[in-house]
């Protein structure tokens, strides 16, 4: 069905599955209870992130996971997908579409060029080639250099680009909505469902962005099992024996490249079309890097592995850095005093501010002990639960016969 | 007029002249061995061929055309396939993919986007590809990793990616090196077959004179970069400047 095989529509019904219901699976406690106000992660705007990176890490896992050329300008991209969203914005209307479509043409036009030059190398010296490139692109828009050299604003420098009351926004009607709108519906409109102490909360937006992910996470399962995917594997494989079985490695790589890139793009807009407003700061290298550590911590060059990395470094980013020393308290308060206190001592450096501390050790755990990411761990309990041991790997999947 | 053509070519590393005035002629639908001791330049012969390294004179025409300047990939898409001494293969994909990408270059030239149908939907692709493994004996380790077999099954692997494109010329060095004896009576066989079956022009590197002798039709001996005799097999074996050359060598 779908064009997919058995596992892999499995795979995807399990994702979509997730993606309906995680507004209720991301809330399990009560609203008011202390571990509903440390540990519920159902509300719009971390959601929204959730897939919005899924996504972001989807479409690098393309490049990076089948090829094994590691860009480290990713953010980049998102970043233009961003600013060409608001400048959508701020020209057109509040609606989204046209937004969401120039976030991808010009994140795909910039991502030809960095990936037509840093493509004239490989391995570290790509890597830098596209951290230089991205940086550079930071320093642009954070002094906002094209703006200046014309003598208007493109990226509005360190203040950020965000729509104001006097912009042209040439489309927009009488009574338009004033916020990012699909043809009228509001993105940031939710429908909240109230059941004894518990609250759902089920927005357009996240929807909208689930429904996005969704559909790049169903392209790249095609990308994955088909001639291209297998060309960008035997490109990581081995070059050499590539270009002497007659295949010209180069437009192979842009074309991952730049699809990558595209996704990229699409995130930067849609994190706009949640928020109409950017800074240079997406673009920061510590954002390229970001991309980075989800892929490896779900599991590079797996399916679904970069959804469940950007999942687990936005859910500490989100919920673990709120936990102050009070919630500590408050949860050993059952302890000895003498205890508690020495107990919220040990924990305090990893939650809260620190919880860089805890992704770091996290991460370390991750590459030493599971090469293959979360996804492995995964693989590894489901093993040890008696089911056949299966991998969501390319490797496998795409040698299996013919459905 | 051969189908190969290799004229003057020479060419230096450095102080050492690697290819020293080479003139060669491959005539099509023959098989042409080229031995010679460690260090004659038959792998650089074959690497000036294959677009890896440029000679610094010379010329080398396949088919009436200048293979000279060309990318590596162009000239495998003129139809000149090489295995390598050591084995190139796609270490970390199946067997069976190892030997579909090879088809798809084939049919499909040197790119194309092809990002949304599914593999498996390539019948024609998996058949050829099936029918090489079985032709080389190794269609029950289809779904392995390249790079979890032998030596010389990774040779094998490497000579069926190469014949189930049907180069007009393949290039073959030291095709049996790492075989067992029973591998190495297979290859021959499997050589001989495809020749009488398909027409294949071949170059041979070998220093197996079992397996050179009883393929070639004709054999170059090189030494120190520079062909000393071009002859049938039965003229070589006694010839003295052979055996000059392979002093120490028993074999010839
Ligand atoms: N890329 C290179 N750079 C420098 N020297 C090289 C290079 N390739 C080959 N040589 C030298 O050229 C000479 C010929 O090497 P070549 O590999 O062609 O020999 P060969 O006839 O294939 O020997 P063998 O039977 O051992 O494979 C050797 O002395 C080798 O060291
Ligand atoms: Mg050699």
């Not at chain 1, 106000?37 to 159902?42: I, T």
């Not at chain 1, 293959?372 to 761990?377: C, E, V, Y």
Request: hydrophobic share 50%.
């Amino acid at each position: 069905m779908l064009g997919l095989n058995s596992r892999d529509l499995r795979l995807f019904v399990i994702v979509c599955a997730l993606c309906l219901l995680a507004p209720i699976l991301l809330n399990p406690f009560p609203v008011a209870s202390s571990l509903g106000e440390s540990f519920n992660a159902g509300y719009p705007a971390l959601m929204q992130r959730f897939v919005i990176f899924g996504l972001l890490v989807i479409g690098f896992n393309i490049l990076f996971g089948l090829t094994g050329y590691l860009s480290f300008g990713h953010a980049a991209f998102l970043g233009v997908g961003s600013f060409a969203a608001v400048w959508m914005f701020k020209l057109l209307s509040y609606n989204i579409v046209p937004a969401i479509i120039l976030s991808v043409i010009v994140a795909g036009l910039f991502s030809v060029v960095i990936g037509y030059i840093a493509l004239r190398r490989s391995g570290i010296y790509f890597s830098i080639l596209t951290l230089a490139f991205a940086q550079m692109m930071y320093s642009i828009a954070y002094s906002d250099l094209v703006g200046k050299m014309f003598g208007t604003i493109v990226t509005n420098g360190e203040t950020g680009l965000q729509v104001y009351n006097d912009d042209p926004q040439f489309l927009m009607g009488e009574g338009a909505p004033t916020v990012p709108h699909l043809f009228g519906l509001e993105m940031n409109s939710a429908f909240t469902w109230k059941v004894g102490g518990w609250e759902f909360i089920f927005q357009n937006g996240y929807y909208l962005s689930a429904l996005f992910m969704i559909l790049g996470f169903y392209l790249s399962i095609r990308i994955f099992r088909s001639p291209f995917g297998m060309m960008l594997r035997a490109i990581k494989s081995n070059q050499t024996r590539m270009s002497y079985t007659g295949l010209d490695t180069k437009p192979y790589m842009l074309a991952a490249f730049v699809i990558s890139g595209m996704y990229a793009g699409l995130a930067g807009g849609l994190l706009a079309a949640m928020d109409p407003l950017t800074g240079a700061e997406r673009m920061f290298w510590t954002a390229s890097g970001e991309i980075v550590v989800m892929a490896i911590l779900g599991g590079v060059g797996t399916l679904l592995g970069p959804v469940f990395g950007a999942g687990v470094i936005k859910y500490l980013e989100n919920i673990v850095s709120k936990i102050n020393s009070d919630i500590l308290h408050s949860w050993f308060a059952f302890m000895p005093e003498w205890m508690e206190n020495l107990v919220v001592n040990i924990l305090y450096p990893f939650v809260g501010k620190g919880w860089h501390l805890t992704l770091g050790l996290l991460f370390m755990a991750v590459v030493i002990f599971l090469p293959g990411g979360l996804m492995q761990l995964g693989e590894k309990i489901l093993a040890l639960f008696g089911r056949k041991k299966k991998s969501d790997d390319a490797k496998t999947g795409a040698t299996e016969p013919a459905e | 007029m051969g189908i190969l053509e290799v004229k003057g070519v020479n060419k230096r590393f450095g102080g050492l002249q690697a290819l020293g005035d080479v003139n060669l002629s491959v005539a099509e639908n023959t098989v042409h061995a080229i031995i010679g001791p460690n260090g004659a330049g038959k792998s650089t012969l074959l690497n000036v061929l294959v677009g890896k390294l440029i000679p610094d004179s010379g010329s080398v025409m396949f088919d009436g055309q200048s293979v000279l300047g060309r990318k590596p990939h162009e000239i495998n898409q003129m139809g000149i396939s090489r295995v390598f001494q050591t084995p190139e293969i796609f270490a970390d994909l199946s067997v069976f993919e190892n030997v579909m990408i090879p088809c798809f270059a084939k049919r499909d030239g040197a790119f194309r986007m092809h990002a949304i149908e599914s593999t498996h939907h390539e019948k024609d692709i998996a058949e050829q590809a099936m029918a090489i493994l079985e032709d080389v004996n190794m269609a029950d380790k289809r779904d392995m990793i390249a790079s979890s077999m032998s030596r010389g099954d990774k040779r094998r692997l490497e000579m069926a990616m190469c014949l189930v494109q049907d180069p007009r010329l393949l290039l073959l060095d030291e095709p049996t090196a790492g075989m067992a004896r029973a591998d190495t009576e297979n290859t021959i066989q499997l050589l001989k077959d495809i020749r009488t079956k398909r027409g294949i022009t071949m170059a041979i590197i070998e220093h197996d004179m079992n397996v050179v002798f009883s393929l070639a039709e004709r054999i170059t001996v090189l030494a120190q970069g520079t062909p000393l005799v071009e002859d049938v097999p039965e003229k070589i074996k006694g010839h003295p400047k052979v055996r000059e050359a392979y002093l120490g060598e028993a074999q010839v």
